[in-house]
Structure formats: structure tokens, C-alpha cells
């Protein structure tokens, strides 16, 4: 009996931590000064948005050298900022579309500590923004780890070409079921990020990418969003061999995205 109080005191502390250190899992802020000199390898423009709460969000946009073909509208990961996420630009820009990226709340020069719900609005309010210049039928919301759930959301209230999600989590508690499933996670997750009671709301294209090997969010995330959907995974979900990360240097990865956006680059 005794062991078994501890075992329960000791379980009890777990959630306790549990609940009070997601912020930092979900959340990894890298924050810059306002100072900070971004440096790239393509022209790019930095602009500050304010958000209808007053809150500076710092974003930058990359023109395609091409004649346009319309905008990507960039949701990136939980780390680092837009210092590491602009370098990516060219993998749009070099197949005719301009490219969009903001920092969410708390991340690089953006003021301000995130949050689920202020990122789905900052998010929505800049989307709003980018129609102003670009026709929905021309826009591509595209999503990596943290912000396929953004992406989902904005897809699902809006109109766009296509979302493409990138090793996208089917939820929250999902993916902390899939590492511990001995914890309540439904009960325990204060940003639940709900991907999966949304996409099947989303009327446009859907592309999914995912790792094989993804040990942080498991490949079962997308084949369970495919599902979602009522697709057969081998209709919307693209498997590479790798794992959460460096997707990008495969040349298949590479070689979907031409096939997505720049079919007449293709061989």
C-alpha cells in the first residue's frame, strides 16, 4: 500500500510538470533585437504589422525574380525565427511565387509571449493583409510542424490554391499519446492546436509531407489526417526517408514541390 502511494504521489507530480512545461516544449521562442539585421542571399522586404491588439509582428517577404505566380503564405515550426526560416525562401522563389513569413509572438522581433489562440489571430489578420494583394486562387498556404495546424486553420476558414502541411501532428494530445500514452493528455494539454476537427473542412488541394523516421511527431499523424479527410494516404501523402527535420535536402522533396507549383520545370 505504501508503494502504491508513492507510486500515485509520483504520478501525480509527473502531470503536475507536465502541464507547466508545455509552454516551453510547444513554444521554443528564440527572440531577436529590434536591431537585428537580417541577412539573405535573395531581395526581401521587412515590414512590421500591428495586429488589432497593438502587438508589432514582424514578418518578411521575398519577390520571386520570375514573373509571379501568386504568394506562399509561410506557418514555420515552434524554433528558432525568421533569422533561419527566411533562409528557405529560394525553394519557393525559384519556382515563381513569392513567399510570406512572419515570427509568431515571442519569436525573433516580435513582441509579446505565444500562445494558441493569438497565433490562429495574428495569423488570420495577416492572411487578411496578404488578400489584399493577391487573389485567394493564387495564394498557398503552407505549414511546418507547429504551423500545419496554422495552416489547417486558415485553410479551412479561407479559400486558397492549396495547403501543403509538412510533417503535420494530428493534434496536441495525439502526439503526447504517441510518446507516453499513460498520461491524460485531453486533460492536461492547455494548447490543444486541433488539426483533425478542421481539415476535413478544408475545400481546396491538400498535400501532406512526412519523415518515415519522424521521432517527434510520428508519420501515423498524417496517415490519421488523410483518413480525416476520407483520402487514401497514397492520394494526398508524400513519405521520404528521414526523420523531423532536413526533409528539404532530398531531391524527392524537392522534385514534389516543383511537381506542385512548377510542373513545367520538371523533366
Known amino acids: 500500500m505504501k508503494f502504491l502511494k508513492w507510486l500515485i504521489i509520483g504520478y501525480c507530480f509527473i502531470l503536475v510538470i507536465l502541464y507547466f512545461i508545455q509552454d516551453l516544449v510547444i513554444f521554443q521562442a528564440n ?6 539585421q537580417f ?15 497593438g502587438t508589432e509582428i ?31 525562401a529560394k525553394q519557393f522563389t525559384s519556382l515563381g511565387y513569392d513567399v510570406f513569413f512572419y515570427d509568431y509572438r515571442g519569436f525573433g522581433k516580435t513582441k509579446g509571449k505565444p500562445s494558441e489562440e493569438n497565433i490562429f489571430s495574428d495569423s488570420a489578420f495577416l ?36 495547403l501543403i502541411i509538412e510533417s503535420a501532428y494530428y493534434n496536441m494530445a495525439e502526439v503526447g499519446k ?50 480525416k479527410m ?4 497514397e492520394d494526398v501523402l508524400t513519405l521520404l526517408p528521414g526523420g523531423h527535420r532536413g526533409l528539404y535536402r532530398l531531391d524527392q522533396y524537392q522534385k ?5 507549383l512548377a510542373p513545367e520545370l520538371l523533366p
Open 31 to 36: 527572440p531577436l533585437p529590434e536591431a537585428y
Open 39 to 53: 541577412n539573405f542571399d535573395q531581395p526581401f522586404v521587412e515590414k512590421n504589422y500591428t495586429a488589432p491588439d
Open 58 to 88: 514582424n514578418t518578411l517577404f521575398f519577390p520571386t525574380s520570375q514573373k509571379s505566380k501568386g504568394l506562399v503564405f509561410n506557418n514555420h515550426g515552434n524554433r528558432r525565427n525568421l533569422s533561419r526560416w527566411g533562409h528557405s
Open 127 to 162: 492572411y487578411g493583409e496578404m488578400k489584399k494583394k493577391y487573389s485567394e486562387d493564387s495564394i498557398i498556404i503552407y505549414g511546418r510542424s507547429l504551423g500545419s495546424g496554422v495552416a489547417t486553420k486558415l485553410a479551412a476558414e479561407h479559400n486558397p490554391k492549396m
Open 178 to 227: 504517441m510518446h507516453l500514452p499513460i498520461f491524460p493528455y485531453d486533460l492536461l494539454i492547455k494548447y490543444p492546436f486541433r488539426t483533425d476537427t478542421r481539415i476535413d473542412k478544408v475545400k481546396c488541394e491538400v498535400k501532406l509531407i512526412h519523415g518515415t523516421e519522424d521521432k517527434l511527431i510520428p508519420v501515423e499523424s498524417s496517415y490519421m489526417l488523410a483518413k
Open 230 to 233: 476520407g483520402k487514401s494516404p
Open 256 to 260: 514534389k514541390w516543383k511537381e506542385w
